[in-house]
């Protein structure tokens, strides 16, 4: 029987779409075919591909990848996320990456971490609050990280054990190709789901993410597991996965809610389906054990909420932007006074101001499209792909993905994905993220239809074999052919890798105060007052802490003085980033007690 894919008109359609697909790569691709070197090996491996046994055997050998059995599927995808952060900490070290926690989003985690591995979420207010006030940190009405914790309770485990903090990215981003592998080869086949897999591993902003202490690793990999979960709960409607399924969901609400919500959604609807001709004592009975796995999440939220914000529907996100970041809200809006509800560091003053407001000041309804249709979009294509050349393939992906309901759901996630992100006034490239997987699954959708566009068994084989081309082309891409490709973008933070040299070169014997004063020759996103070595900066080895001017920094010494005396401060040059001992906090507090 025919394959409805390959009917003469499916073949015309196929073959207008990957024409649309040349004009996508011109067009929003600007045409770049990427480095001599891969389009040298995509030449040679399409010369090579010319000869009748080499493209018989390779199409041979893929079409038997086309159809693994489940346990074959399960097998290489453990096989892939064990392979994975083995390769990305390999590329690390060759493209020396520091493996320090340099971003304030990455810093805020890791405190937020290291809390919750000594079960706390929040602490009272520290005494001396002022010293540590620091980027997406609350110091008031208590101290806590601003974001939600589905991250930290994940990464807890590592901190109980001592690993260092980048060990748990890494295993998160294996586990997320694994799965992509998995979930694809199921949906498509084993050609695309082998594909997709080497694309997301491919695409730069994946190998840079991979390495950060950010949440869209845990987003990503919640909703990937999600998805799988849901694939495992289908035949059967099995109450056990139905269980899971709500665990999953909760859990990714505790990570990103936004872009939880925008995956739960389709999930929910596939499940609906499923579901349509079964009786209600069943819809009822599936739906209580998803609500039954999410609602210990949902609770821990609400929980969190109350006793940091004092309302159980107010988050210590939605708090921190109110106090710090006023206007970064969802929606339209009048852009707000530049003003601080709460007095605040100089330098989260003026990352604001020159940093964030301009992004709400021009998020109108008229500017915000313009600016998705000729800057975010067209860079949010770019950075889910392996290459710009890659966009060639995605029409006709699209196009294999729509043809069934499964994989036309996972589309509603990138339809939502646009929408939220539109309402949303601040876009940075990392948030695309968790739609990695879907472009890549596109791409290799995309390039597993090809040989279905022909009619004769011998352009079929042709086309079976030209499907690895692509395969072959994103590796040349790798930084380990390309030593062009950089994958760390924080060769820009200089300061900061300095700071931490300097604070590594202190006696380990020694527990210090280091005060770091800001002066408009800093770079505001450069921010080292962050204690996260400890639940409370008080039981750091090294305690940062702002230079407020002697008045205040009176205070910290006396305070440190009465509980800890034996501690040896500092002054943090910056930005020559050199430290100058000042003395034992007991001789500063004297001094002070003295000169008064």
């Not at 018989?56 to 693994?68: E, F, G």
């Not at 992004?359 to 792909?385: S, Y």
């Not at 196009?399 to 759901?409: G, I, N, P, V």
Request: charged letters at 15%.
């Amino acid at each position: 029987m025919m394959h409805p894919l390959v009917t003469p008109m499916a073949r015309v359609a196929g073959g207008g779409l990957f024409i649309v697909g040349i004009q996508l790569w011109l067009i929003i691709g600007r045409g770049y075919w990427g480095t001599n070197v891969q389009v040298l090996i995509a030449v040679l491996a399409g010369l090579l591909l010319a000869v009748p046994l080499v493209r018989r055997t390779l199409s041979q050998w893929l079409d038997a990848v086309r159809s693994p059995s489940p346990a074959v599927r399960t097998r290489v995808a453990v096989a892939i996320a064990m392979v994975v952060p083995v390769y990305l900490y390999v590329t690390a070290i060759q493209q020396g990456r520091p493996f320090l926690l340099m971003f304030h989003d990455e810093l805020q985690f890791r405190l937020q971490t290291v809390m919750a591995a000594h079960g706390h979420l929040w602490l009272p207010t520290h005494p001396l609050a002022d010293f540590f006030d620091t980027f997406y940190v609350l110091n008031q009405p208590v101290y806590a990280a601003q974001s939600f914790p589905g991250l930290a309770i994940l990464y807890a485990p590592t901190v109980w054990i001592g690993l260092p903090w980048w060990i748990a990215p890494l295993i998160v981003a294996g586990m997320i190709v694994g799965l992509s592998y998995r979930i694809v080869s199921e949906l498509i086949d084993g050609l695309a789901g082998g594909l997709c897999a080497l694309f997301v591993v491919c695409t730069p902003e994946f190998r840079r993410i991979a390495l950060m202490n950010l949440a869209q690793g845990p987003m990503l990999l919640s909703v990937l597991a999600l998805a799988y979960a849901y694939l495992r709960w289908r035949p059967a409607k099995s109450q056990a996965w139905a269980l899971l399924i709500g665990v999953l969901a909760g859990w990714s609400l505790l990570i990103r809610p936004a872009d939880a919500l925008l995956f739960i959604g389709p999930v929910g609807l596939a499940m609906a389906g499923g579901m349509r001709h079964h009786r209600a004592t069943t819809w009822c009975r599936q739906v209580a054990y998803v609500t039954l796995g999410a609602v210990p999440f949902i609770l821990l939220q609400l929980s969190c909420n109350f006793h940091v914000t004092g309302s159980i529907t107010k988050t210590p996100f939605a708090l921190y932007n109110d106090m710090y970041q006023p206007g970064l809200e969802m929606g339209f809006r009048d852009a707000p006074a530049a003003r601080f509800p709460v007095e605040t560091v100089e330098q989260k003053k003026q990352f604001y101001l020159c940093w964030m407001r301009p992004f709400i000041d021009a998020h109108t309804p008229a500017a915000v499209f313009d600016t998705w249709r000729t800057t975010i979009g067209p860079g949010l294509l770019n950075d889910v792909l392996p290459s710009p050349a890659l966009l060639i393939l995605l029409p006709l992906g699209l196009w294999a993905m729509l043809q069934s309901a499964r994989t036309r759901l996972i589309l509603l996630s990138v339809a939502g994905f646009v929408i939220v992100y539109v309402l949303y006034p601040i876009w940075v490239p990392h948030y695309a993220f968790v739609l990695i997987p879907i472009f890549a699954t596109m791409a290799g959708a995309g390039a597993a239809m090809l040989p279905r566009l022909f009619a004769t068994e011998r352009a079929r084989s042709l086309a079976t074999a030209v499907c690895v081309v692509p395969g072959v082309y994103v590796m040349a891409g790798l930084p380990q052919i390309n030593r062009l490709a950089i994958d760390d973008f924080f060769f820009r933070y200089p300061e900061i890798r300095q700071i931490e040299k300097s604070l590594n070169a202190l006696p380990k014997t020694e527990r210090a105060i280091v005060l770091f004063q800001y002066t408009p020759a800093v770079e505001p996103a450069q921010e080292p007052v962050y204690n996260i070595d400890a639940p409370n900066p008080d039981d750091c080895r090294i305690v940062r802490a702002h230079d407020l001017g002697e008045a205040k920094n009176q205070q910290l010494f006396a305070y440190y003085a009465r509980r800890q005396p034996d501690r040896v401060v500092y002054r943090c040059i910056r930005p020559s980033s050199k430290l100058d001992r000042l003395g034992s906090v007991n001789t500063l507090a004297e001094q002070s007690t003295g000169q008064k």
